[in-house]
């Protein structure tokens, strides 16, 4: 990696260590078995900064991380599934992080995922500061778009999926936006 790529990693993953709290880092650990005790967490789950392909196809799978921060444009020729349930600040979230910040959490790049379709199972999921180029497929609710857009369509599982959508905040989609069963 170049000097430009290494420091933004290590000031990404810095902002990104410094925006959570133990308390957040505690709710994202996975919940005791029933009938067992609680102790110390078994893992805690952070922030996965992404170069490529696989890592990215990780941090948003079931065994990921509730954040999925990228450094740069990906591209995948396979569908993507965003699933598994984490927390942030002890509400269940996921977020697609397409974008770089400054200390000031100013976005300082943007970047383009591009699958044929991405399929969103994980409960209040996000894509942030970036584009995703596909189409999206809605299966949990509280869906966002925060600063992204989608060039392609989104659909929803059912009308409760798509009542809680939100695009509110700079979100943008391209294409249709319905209910396709």
Not at 19 to 27: K, Q, Y
Not at 37 to 53: E, H, I, L, M, P
Not at 66 to 93: H, M, Q
Not at 142 to 159: K, P, R
Request: hydrophobic residues 40%; proline residues 3%.
């Amino acid at each position: 990696m170049n000097k430009i790529t290494v420091w933004a990693a290590v000031t990404v993953l810095t902002l990104l260590v410094g925006c959570g709290s133990s308390a957040d880092n505690a709710a994202n650990s996975p919940a005791p078995s029933p009938g067992t005790t609680t102790g110390a967490a078994d893992a805690v789950t952070s922030a996965s900064v992404v170069d490529n392909g696989e890592a990215f196809k990780k941090a948003i799978s079931k065994d990921g991380t509730w954040i999925a921060a990228t450094l740069n444009d990906l591209s995948f020729t396979e569908e993507l599934v965003v699933e598994g349930e984490f927390t942030n600040k002890e509400e269940p979230a996921r977020k697609m992080a397409l974008y770089t910040q400054d200390a000031e959490h100013n976005i300082t790049a943007s970047f383009t995922l591009t699958a044929p379709k991405i399929t969103i199972r994980s409960k209040n999921a996000r894509i942030q500061g970036g584009t995703f180029v596909g189409d999206v497929y809605v299966e949990a609710n509280g869906f966002s778009l925060v600063n992204a857009t989608v060039e392609g369509n989104v659909y929803f599982a059912n009308d409760q999926y798509q009542s809680t959508f939100d695009a509110s905040d700079q979100g943008k989609v391209t294409g249709v936006t319905e209910v396709k069963k």
